[in-house]
Structure formats: C-alpha cells, structure tokens
C-alpha cells in the first residue's frame, strides 16, 4: 500500500514548490496534477477549441494522449509523445486549463491517469480535487491558501525571473477569476476536504510550511518507515 500526501489550494498559494520540497524530503515522486490540466489545455489551445464548446473539448481530449515520467526525480509531462513541460507555466495556458477541467471527460481521462501513480508509488501530490476526489483515502490532506494579493506577487516574480513581461494587477485579477471557476465548477470543484489540515501560508517561509507538513505526516499512522 503506497503513502500518499495530497497538497489542495487555489493557484499560486506554494503548492508546487511546497509539494516538490516535502517529496524530496521523503523520497516519494510528486505529481503535478496541474501540469497534467495545463498539459491537455495546451493541446486544445494549439488545435484552436474553444473552451466553452463542450462537444469539441471533448473530442479533441480523446486526440491527447498525455504520460508522466520522472527525469531526475522531476515530472516530465509528455504530450503525444513529446515533452512539453517548457510551454506550460503561462498564463494562457493556466486559464485554458481552468476553463477546460470543468468537462468530466478532461477530468475522466486525467484522474485515472493520477490515480495508477498513486498506487504504485508513494506520492504527494497537489492539485484542487486530490484530498475530495482522487485520494479521498490520502494518509495526510493539506489544504494550502495564501491571500490573493501574496499569491499574485508569488505569481509574478516567478514569471519575471524566467523573463516574462507580466502586470501584477492583471495577475491579481486572473487569480481571483481562476479559483472562482475553480471552485463553482460541478465536478470536483476546489475545495478543503473534511479531513485536510489548513494551512495559511502567507507569512510562512517554505521551510516553515514543508515542516509543518513533515509533522503532520510523522503524526499519521505510518506505513512506511
Ligand atoms: O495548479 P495549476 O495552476 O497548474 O492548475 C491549472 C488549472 O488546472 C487550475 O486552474 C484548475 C485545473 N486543475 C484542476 O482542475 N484540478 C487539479 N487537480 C489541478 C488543476
């Protein structure tokens, strides 16, 4: 039986470098289940779909045939064979990805794929739905949330220190825009599972957070040593 860790929070509150540091920690892969959204978006963004027609997402997700590998103990996602982990942290494609992983079929296929890592590794894995939806058994379930305004300036400095132009109050607007599309969608919308421990990160370091985190996990019943 694998450990599994699931990390839930709206866009740009740490999960990702919170999830990566906790994983190297134990030796467990990370899953990036955003970049498997962001990955999907992707596709349907190069074959022009428009992310309101529900028929065509539907058709063109079957067209996508999306896999994980691990280079280094980093995810690599690959799309229809090709590597695409380079395109996929813009904010075209994150709010692409918002819009189209409200379709069940986009998450059918997605979920299934996150749901075979975690039963032949021990993971952590994040996303908006992981502690609800697709580990509702998950050993330890972290809710992770900062204030938009520290999100947004999260947000921005990682996307200037690649060189990216970016506007800070477009990037606060987009954010808030997001997590309201992420949390009033039907299917497995953004939200704390009953049983995730809630952690505000906005004035916590990232050592902070990951300990807190490493606490938590030595605290639950181990099934691993
Ligand atoms: O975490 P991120 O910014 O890379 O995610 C991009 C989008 O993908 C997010 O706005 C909603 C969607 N997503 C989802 O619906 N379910 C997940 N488990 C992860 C991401």
């Given amino acids: 039986m694998s450990y599994q860790i699931a990390i839930d929070g709206p866009a740009g509150a740490g999960k990702s470098t919170i999830a990566r540091k906790v994983a190297k920690a134990k030796e467990f892969i990370y899953v990036d289940t955003g970049a498997m959204y962001r990955a999907m978006a992707y596709y349907l963004l190069c074959n022009h779909i428009d992310p309101e027609d529900t028929k065509a997402v539907e058709k063109s997700c079957m067209e996508a045939d999306i896999t994980i590998c691990y280079e280094e103990g980093e995810q690599a996602v690959f799309l229809n ?4 982990n380079d395109v996929l942290r813009t904010e075209e494609v994150g709010n692409m990805a918002s819009l189209t992983s409200k379709n069940p079929k986009v998450r059918l296929r997605l979920t299934s794929l996150q749901k075979a890592l975690a039963e032949k590794n021990n993971v952590v894995m994040d996303g ?3 502690g609800t939806c697709v580990l509702p058994e998950a050993d330890v379930k ?32 987009d954010i808030i825009k997001r997590d309201e599309q992420d949390m009033n969608r039907k299917i497995a919308p953004l939200k704390p599972a009953e049983d995730a421990v809630f952690i505000d990160s906005s004035y916590m370091s990232i050592d902070e957070v990951a300990n807190e985190i490493m606490t938590l996990c030595e605290k639950s019943t181990s099934k691993i040593n």
């Fill in 128 to 130: 908006r739905d992981i």
């Fill in 142 to 173: 972290i809710f992770l949330t900062a204030s938009a305004g520290v999100r947004a300036k999260r947000r921005f400095d990682e996307l200037s220190a690649k060189g990216q132009e970016c506007d800070i109050q477009k990037i606060e607007e």
């Fill in 81 to 84: 064979g090709k590597n695409v």
